[in-house]
């Protein structure tokens, strides 16, 4: 099947700084690609749908000016979380649609202290 | 979005014996997805079902589109330790989202051999 790539796999960082994880389609291009939130223990929520050139539409509740979402290329997307806070330690999943079938991401695991 | 009810939360079972889980919804959804998600990694494709009433089998695993097109019930038989993981439910509609999905909380499942 076709591959997305995360990177990084683990990041910590300290509360304020900010932090951006990408996600590839190794294999194939991606027009939209998804980013969604787990917090432990707890189900995959979606937080944004990314569009390759134009902007990313956000799901209710998600903070675009905190979660800036960049669909660069048909093949990246990037979230960076500002000034991130403790209560945004989470893992962050990315995914993509290739021949009609949605494929996830490794996963990127955020801590802020 | 709209909630899936994914149950049981959890599962603890010994190798070679048959698991059953189940969701259901308030709503009507296109294509029904079963995933399968190890710890610390993303969700990965383990059947999908797009007929309402159709039966698929993948493997130990067998699944069930509803007739109402509002639950499914996911099957593992004789149950192997490397089946340990989180499984989800995922229900799919066709929207400006294209393939944004909702995901039930998930059966977190343990095998002891």
């Known amino acids: 099947g076709a591959v997305v790539s995360q990177h990084p796999s683990w990041v910590i960082c300290k509360s304020g700084t900010s932090v951006k994880i990408e996600c590839r389609s190794l294999?194939?291009?991606?027009?939209?690609m998804f980013w969604y939130r787990q917090f432990p223990k707890q189900s995959l929520m979606l937080m944004a749908t990314s569009n390759e050139g134009s902007k990313a539409t956000y799901e209710q509740g998600v903070e675009k000016d905190k979660f800036l979402i960049n669909h660069a290329s048909l093949t990246l997307s990037t979230l960076t979380v500002t000034s991130a806070h403790p209560e945004d330690s989470s893992f962050y999943i990315c995914?993509?649609?290739?021949?009609?079938?949605?494929?996830f991401g490794e996963g990127s695991r955020l801590t802020v202290l | 979005g709209q909630q899936l009810n994914q149950s049981p939360q959890s599962m603890f079972i010994q190798e070679g014996e048959d698991v059953s889980m189940n969701c259901t919804s308030s709503s009507i959804f296109n294509t029904w997805l079963w995933y399968k998600q190890d710890p610390g990694e993303g969700p990965v494709l383990l059947i999908a079902l797009y007929k309402a009433g159709e039966l698929t089998s993948n493997g130990r695993l067998t699944a069930q589109f509803g007739i109402t097109r509002k639950d499914s019930f996911l099957n593992i038989s004789a149950s192997i330790p490397s089946d340990v993981g989180i499984y989800f439910c995922?229900?799919?509609?066709?929207?400006?989202?294209?393939?944004?999905?909702?995901f039930g909380k998930g059966t977190s499942l343990l095998v002891t051999p």
């Open positions: 995922a229900g799919q509609l066709y929207s400006n989202s294209g393939y944004a999905l909702n």
């Open positions: 294999d194939f291009q991606a027009t939209t």
């Open positions: 995914s993509a649609v290739a021949a009609g079938e949605l494929f």
